[in-house]
């Protein structure tokens, strides 16, 4: 009996394999959401995206940039997937949410504004909305979703970096198994360190 509360994540795909991709989308019978003005693709200053719904109605999104370098990485399955680019943590105080994890995960900030902001790491983008906007274009309240998020990290010299910040400001957390746990605000949040090139983000031409 719980209202939907919509959870956002975004996956990079080739530019050369976009419209690809969105045609797939379309002969699933996938129903891509409409603009105001009608389009369903985003054409923006650096790339392109189309959004869509699964069967629990969170928000799903294709989207691609003219800056990524392709060859890096081997594009995965039939949508020819890079990487999981973006998930969204909406917040009550976009300011507090964003310094808290700029602070802890030395992240840095794009599109800052009172009611959004990008925190952005490596191939990870934490979009941060305020609670009281609208995920765009379902018109839907951003929601914090039940989520429980692992980022992948490349050294556990950085998770004992994380730690001890954590300690400073008082957050509890655990860490077990090379995994570092903890709680902020609504979302569990983990720390693995991964197999994954730290210097993948340089190559794909990351800005």
Known sequence: MEPIAAAHFAFEVPL????????LLKSKGI?????????????????KNVYFRDGDGNLLEIITHHYVKEGILSPAGDFKLLYLREIGFPADSVKEFREFFVDIFELRLDKVRDDFTFAIGGTSHMVIPSKKRKWIP???VAL??????????????FVS??????????????????????????????????SFNPEIPALLNLP
């Open 16 to 23: 050369s394999e976009f419209e690809n991709v969105v045609n």
């Open 31 to 47: 129903q891509l959401l409409k603009w105001s003005d009608g389009r369903y693709i985003d054409n923006f200053e650096t790339g």
């Open 138 to 140: 379902i018109e839907m």
């Open 144 to 157: 914090p979703p039940t989520m429980n998020v692992i980022f992948g990290v490349s050294s556990t010299d």
């Open 161 to 194: 970096k994380v730690s001890k910040k954590l300690t400073e400001k008082g957050v509890p957390f655990l860490r077990r198994d090379g995994h570092l746990h903890f709680n902020f605000k609504e979302y569990n949040i983990s720390l693995k360190v991964t």
